[in-house]
C-alpha cells in the first residue's frame, strides 16, 4: 500500500515554463520533507515543513503543507535545466521513519 | 563536516551469498535509518538504530539484520542474497530529538546476479 501518492510520475517541459508537483495522502504526518535525487546518489533534503499550511521558498521553488497536513505541493517557477531531477516527498509518521512516495521524474529541455 | 558516508558504493554478489553494508552519520548524529531503492521506485524503509538498538523495522523479511556501534555508525547485513535484493541501498542519519530530518548518503549499489 503506497501511502503518499505523487503526481506526476514523469514531467517533461520546456525551459522557462512553470510547474507543480503533488503529494497526497490519506495519512496524517508529524512533518514532510521533499528531497531531490540525481542518478546514482542520494536523496538531497531540500526543505522540511512541520505546520498545517505552511509555506517555504527556496529560490524560485514554493512548497506547501496543506492544512490538514496530509499532502503537500511544489511548484517550480521559470524552470531551468539544472532542476531535472528526481522530486521525492517523504512524510514522517513516528520516531523519524520516513514514508516515501514514488517520486516524480522531472525533465527541463533547453 | 563530513556528511553521511556509505560503503562500499558499489557491489556485486551472487545469489545466496550475504553482504555487509557499512554507514557513518553526520557528526552530531546518533540515529541511522537505512531504507532500500529499487529501480524507479522511492526508498522503503527497513529499520531504525538508536542507542545501538533497533527501534522500528520496516516491511523486511529476518534476512536483513543490522547493528548499530557506540560511535553511532551502523552496519546492515543480508543473508542469503535474492536477484530481488539488487537496489539502491539508502542510509540516512538524524538526531534523536524528535527532530525529523534525515540526511542522506550517496548509497550502496548492490547487485546480485
Known amino acids: 500500500t503506497q501511502l503518499l501518492e505523487q503526481s506526476p510520475q514523469f514531467l517533461s517541459i520546456q525551459e522557462g515554463e512553470n510547474l507543480t508537483v503533488y503529494c497526497n495522502s490519506s495519512s496524517v504526518f508529524s512533518s514532510l520533507q521533499w528531497y531531490r535525487q540525481e542518478p546514482g546518489e542520494g536523496p538531497v533534503l531540500l526543505v522540511t515543513v512541520v505546520t498545517g499550511g505552511e509555506v517555504k521558498k527556496l529560490k524560485r521553488l514554493t512548497f506547501q503543507f496543506g492544512d490538514a497536513r496530509k499532502d503537500s505541493s511544489l511548484h517550480i517557477t521559470a524552470a531551468q535545466p539544472g532542476d531535472t531531477g528526481l522530486y521525492l516527498c517523504a512524510g514522517s509518521l513516528r520516531a523519524q521513519k520516513l514514508v516515501f512516495g514514488q517520486g516524480t521524474r522531472l525533465t527541463i529541455n533547453p | 563536516d563530513a556528511g553521511v558516508t556509505q560503503s562500499p558504493t558499489h557491489l556485486i554478489k551472487t545469489r545466496g551469498q550475504q553482504v555487509t553494508l557499512r554507514c557513518s552519520p553526520k557528526?552530531?548524529?546518533?540515529?541511522v535509518s537505512w531504507y532500500q531503492q529499487a529501480l524507479g521506485q522511492g526508498p522503503q524503509f527497513i529499520f531504525q538504530?538508536?542507542?545501538?538498538?533497533?527501534?522500528q523495522r520496516g516491511n523486511f523479511p529476518d534476512r536483513f539484520s543490522g547493528h548499530q556501534f557506540p560511535n553511532y555508525s551502523s552496519e546492515l547485513n543480508v543473508n542469503a542474497l535474492l536477484l530481488g535484493d539488487s537496489a539502491l541501498y539508502l542510509c540516512?542519519?538524524?538526531?534523536?530529538?524528535?527532530?525529523?530530518?534525515?540526511?542522506f548518503g550517496q548509497g550502496t549499489r548492490l547487485t546480485v546476479v
Open positions: 538504530y538508536y542507542e545501538e538498538e533497533e527501534r
Open positions: 540516512a542519519s538524524s538526531t534523536g530529538t524528535g527532530n525529523t530530518e534525515a540526511f
Open positions: 557528526s552530531g548524529h546518533d540515529t
